[in-house]
């Protein structure tokens, strides 16, 4: 938190400070934020809606404003004509349900051809379509992203370099963006690491229509804590099912992630698509998600319409220990780590005024098999049982400044 708000005061020292050019002379400091302020509520009490899979707990069947609501300031300072410095820090609720400050953005920016940029430092993980305004939801048409794709890859932070590129030909516009890392990330019971992240991804853009697609590898790494795992991971050492054991957590798996999409944004019409494949080979489940989203603009207003599904494609394991009990655990730890689901969802938005938008969204989402989806429950076993469909109802107020 401290080193946070010592960048963000430098920041703003740095903007007052004299300065021997004229008196007109612009500004190197610049100073934006952006928020939102949410409520959602579900028509199940049993079932607990979140936002990412980070947060521990969310909306039951009373309207919840921790679920959506973020607060996000960035901050730019120009050091030379090829070199700046961009800082963005965001509040929302994460894991343990603490409201720390998270350090989004922190990179140097170098302007190393008028067709190449360089960063180095923290970025967002450019794995999806929307990355970069995840946080930013007054950009995005929906009151949040659809979770059935964007819950895929939790790990949102690149710390490392990146390189972009960016062309015309002819009427098209074409972006090559290339990046290598890590990423930490705190999960509920545990933590969990990307090692030696390298990826790229392209995106084309002619007549209000782009198209991209990214693919990245890393190393994993996935420590869990939860009593679950706890108690089944002893008991597997224990009967000499050491082998099992070690697909669960540990330093030493691989990982590969797969993403494409398209937006085809007119005066009136938004078609909006996506797809994503995430690949491991132990420590948690491989999946695939996609959504499709239509709209259409009536002045201020925006109906739209999102049809959404996440489903796995492999399990943790499919060990086992030939035991009964212990057989019994493995498959109710898979299921607490499996997030499928399918929705679909209704919503509006109201651009109020220039800088602010009034969205609503009413979604029919069905959870599993296998699996709660993005809920959460009071009782485990309901992963594997998770039953008929929930309704979420979803209020939110985006802004910028």
């Given at each position: 938190m401290r080193s946070i708000a010592t960048q963000l005061l430098a920041l703003t020292l740095a903007a007052g400070l004299p300065s021997a050019r004229a008196a007109d002379a612009p500004s190197p400091f610049s100073l934006s934020g952006f928020g939102t302020i949410g409520a959602a509520r579900t028509d199940k009490d049993a079932r607990i809606f979140r936002s990412s899979t980070e947060q521990e707990s969310g909306a039951r069947t009373d309207f919840d404003l921790s679920v959506d609501s973020v607060l996000g300031l960035q901050a730019s300072l120009t050091l030379s004509n090829t070199l700046d410095l961009t800082v963005q820090?965001?509040?929302?609720?994460?894991?343990?349900?603490s409201y720390d400050p998270l350090l989004t953005w922190g990179f140097l920016r170098f302007q190393a051809t008028p067709q190449v940029v360089v960063r180095a430092g923290r970025m967002r993980t450019p794995f999806f379509m929307y990355s970069d305004s995840v946080n930013l939801n007054y950009a995005n048409p929906w009151v949040r992203p659809p979770v059935e794709v964007y819950s895929l890859n939790p790990f949102a932070d690149l710390n490392g370099v990146d390189a972009l590129y960016r062309t015309p030909i002819g009427a098209t516009d074409l972006e090559l963006h290339l990046f290598g890392g890590k990423s930490p990330l705190d999960v509920r019971h545990g933590a969990a690491k990307l090692q030696a992240i390298r990826g790229a991804k392209a995106a084309?853009?002619?007549?209000?229509?782009?198209?991209?697609?990214g693919y990245a590898r890393s190393n994993l790494s996935v420590q869990w804590g939860d009593p679950l795992f706890t108690t089944l991971n002893a008991q597997l050492m224990a009967t000499g099912n050491e082998h099992v054991a070690q697909d669960l957590s540990g330093n030493d798996s691989k990982a590969?992630?797969?993403?494409?999409?398209?937006?085809?944004?007119?005066?009136?019409?938004?078609?909006?698509?996506?797809?994503?494949?995430?690949?491991?080979?132990r420590y948690t489940v491989s999946s695939a998600g996609w959504y499709l989203t239509s709209g259409y603009r009536f002045g201020a207003l925006t109906p739209y319409l999102t049809v959404a599904r996440q489903?796995?494609?492999?399990?943790?394991?499919?060990?086992?220990?030939?035991?009964?009990?212990?057989?019994?655990?493995?498959?109710?730890?898979?299921?607490?780590?499996?997030?499928?689901?399918r929705s679909t969802a209704i919503g509006l938005r109201w651009d109020a005024t220039r800088n602010v938008a009034v969205k609503t969204q009413l979604e029919r989402i069905q959870p599993g098999p296998g699996g709660l989806g993005i809920f959460l429950s009071d009782n485990i076993r309901d992963d594997i049982n998770p039953g008929g469909p929930v309704h979420v109802l979803s209020i939110s107020a985006d802004f910028v400044f």
């Amino acid at each position: 938190m401290r080193s946070i708000a010592t960048q963000l005061l430098a920041l703003t020292l740095a903007a007052g400070l004299p300065s021997a050019r004229a008196a007109d002379a612009p500004s190197p400091f610049s100073l934006s934020g952006f928020g939102t302020i949410g409520a959602a509520r579900t028509d199940k009490d049993a079932r607990i809606f979140r936002s990412s899979t980070e947060q521990e707990s969310g909306a039951r069947t009373d309207f919840d404003l921790s679920v959506d609501s973020v607060l996000g300031l960035q901050a730019s300072l120009t050091l030379s004509n090829t070199l700046d410095l961009t800082v963005q820090s965001v509040v929302r609720k994460g894991v343990a349900d603490s409201y720390d400050p998270l350090l989004t953005w922190g990179f140097l920016r170098f302007q190393a051809t008028p067709q190449v940029v360089v960063r180095a430092g923290r970025m967002r993980t450019p794995f999806f379509m929307y990355s970069d305004s995840v946080n930013l939801n007054y950009a995005n048409p929906w009151v949040r992203p659809p979770v059935e794709v964007y819950s895929l890859n939790p790990f949102a932070d690149l710390n490392g370099v990146d390189a972009l590129y960016r062309t015309p030909i002819g009427a098209t516009d074409l972006e090559l963006h290339l990046f290598g890392g890590k990423s930490p990330l705190d999960v509920r019971h545990g933590a969990a690491k990307l090692q030696a992240i390298r990826g790229a991804k392209a995106a084309l853009s002619v007549s209000g229509l782009t198209i991209q697609a990214g693919y990245a590898r890393s190393n994993l790494s996935v420590q869990w804590g939860d009593p679950l795992f706890t108690t089944l991971n002893a008991q597997l050492m224990a009967t000499g099912n050491e082998h099992v054991a070690q697909d669960l957590s540990g330093n030493d798996s691989k990982a590969s992630f797969l993403s494409a999409g398209f937006q085809y944004d007119s005066d009136r019409l938004l078609l909006i698509g996506e797809y994503a494949r995430r690949s491991v080979d132990r420590y948690t489940v491989s999946s695939a998600g996609w959504y499709l989203t239509s709209g259409y603009r009536f002045g201020a207003l925006t109906p739209y319409l999102t049809v959404a599904r996440q489903s796995q494609t492999a399990p943790v394991t499919t060990g086992s220990s030939g035991i009964a009990q212990i057989d019994s655990l493995i498959s109710l730890f898979n299921a607490t780590r499996n997030k499928p689901q399918r929705s679909t969802a209704i919503g509006l938005r109201w651009d109020a005024t220039r800088n602010v938008a009034v969205k609503t969204q009413l979604e029919r989402i069905q959870p599993g098999p296998g699996g709660l989806g993005i809920f959460l429950s009071d009782n485990i076993r309901d992963d594997i049982n998770p039953g008929g469909p929930v309704h979420v109802l979803s209020i939110s107020a985006d802004f910028v400044f």
